[in-house]
T-cell receptor, first 113, second 114 residues
C-alpha cells in the first residue's frame, strides 16, 4: 500500500468548514506536514505538527493528529474560494540515514459559492 | 531573495530526444529532490541527493538521470528511455537534519512530448 493516503476530492460551500483527512504508515515520523498547491505551481508549506502534539491551531487552520491510528487531519474554518487548491499530506520517511519527504496523492478542494 | 528556481516553465520534446530540466537553489540546502506529478497520482520521487557528488534513485528512476556537481544545482535529464515523460516535474530542496525542516519547491516544469 501507499505510504500516505488521502481522498482525492472534497467539495464544500463557501463559509463552511473543510476537513481533509490523511493516514500515514511510518510510525517513526516525527513531523507531519500539510502543503498547498495552486494550479500550475509548486507546493507551499501550510503548516506542520510535531508527533508529540495532538493538535495545532494556526488562524483558520487546525491540525489534528491521532498517532495511535496514524491519522492526520486538516480543518479549514470559514472556507473561501481562494482556498480552492490541491492539499498534500506529507511525512518524512527515514531512508538510509536520511529523510525523504513523502507525499500523499493530494486532495482537490473545490469551494463553490 | 532566497528560493528555488526551475526552468523552463514549459518544455516540449520530440519522441526519441533527451531533455534537461534545470533546478537551482540559493537556500544553501544540502538535500535536493526531483518529483514527478501526474493527475490523481500525487508526487512520486525520481531522484534525490543529500550532498554534492552523491545522489540516489527514488521510486521511479528508470528513464531519468541526474547530476549534482554543485550544491546549488540538481539538473534532471529525461532520456529517450522514459516511455511516458509527459508530466509536471517538481524540484525541491531542504536543509537536512532531525529537526523540523520543510521542503521548499520550485514552480515546476511542464514537459510535453509532441
Amino acid at each position: 500500500g501507499e505510504d500516505v493516503e488521502q481522498s482525492l476530492f472534497l467539495s464544500v460551500r463557501e463559509g463552511d468548514s473543510s476537513v481533509i483527512n490523511c493516514t500515514y504508515t511510518d510510525s517513526s515520523s516525527t513531523y507531519l506536514y500539510w502543503y498547498k498547491q495552486e494550479p500550475g505551481a509548486g507546493l507551499q508549506l501550510l503548516t506542520y505538527i510535531f508527533s508529540n502534539m495532538d493538535m495545532k491551531q494556526d488562524q483558520r487552520l487546525t491540525v489534528l493528529l491521532n498517532k495511535k491510528d496514524k491519522h492526520l487531519s486538516l480543518r479549514i474554518a470559514d472556507t473561501q474560494t481562494g482556498d480552492s487548491a490541491i492539499y498534500f499530506c506529507a511525512e518524512r520517511r527515514a531512508s538510509g540515514g536520511s529523510y525523504i519527504p513523502t507525499f500523499g496523492r493530494g486532495t482537490s478542494l473545490i469551494v463553490h459559492p | 531573495d532566497g528560493g528555488i528556481t526551475q526552468s523552463p516553465k514549459y518544455l516540449f520534446r520530440k519522441e526519441g530526444q533527451n531533455v534537461t530540466l534545470s533546478c537551482e537553489q540559493n537556500l544553501n540546502h544540502d538535500a535536493m529532490y526531483w518529483y514527478r506529478q501526474d493527475p490523481g497520482q500525487g508526487l512520486r520521487l525520481i531522484y534525490y541527493s543529500q550532498i554534492v557528488n552523491d545522489f540516489q534513485k527514488g521510486d521511479i528512476a528508470e528513464g531519468y538521470s541526474v547530476s549534482r556537481e554543485k550544491k546549488e544545482s540538481f539538473p534532471l535529464t529525461v532520456t529517450s528511455a522514459q516511455k511516458n515523460p509527459t508530466a509536471f516535474y517538481l524540484c525541491a530542496s531542504r536543509s537536512p537534519g532531525t529537526g523540523n525542516t520543510e521542503a521548499f519547491f520550485g514552480q515546476g516544469t511542464r514537459l510535453t512530448v509532441v
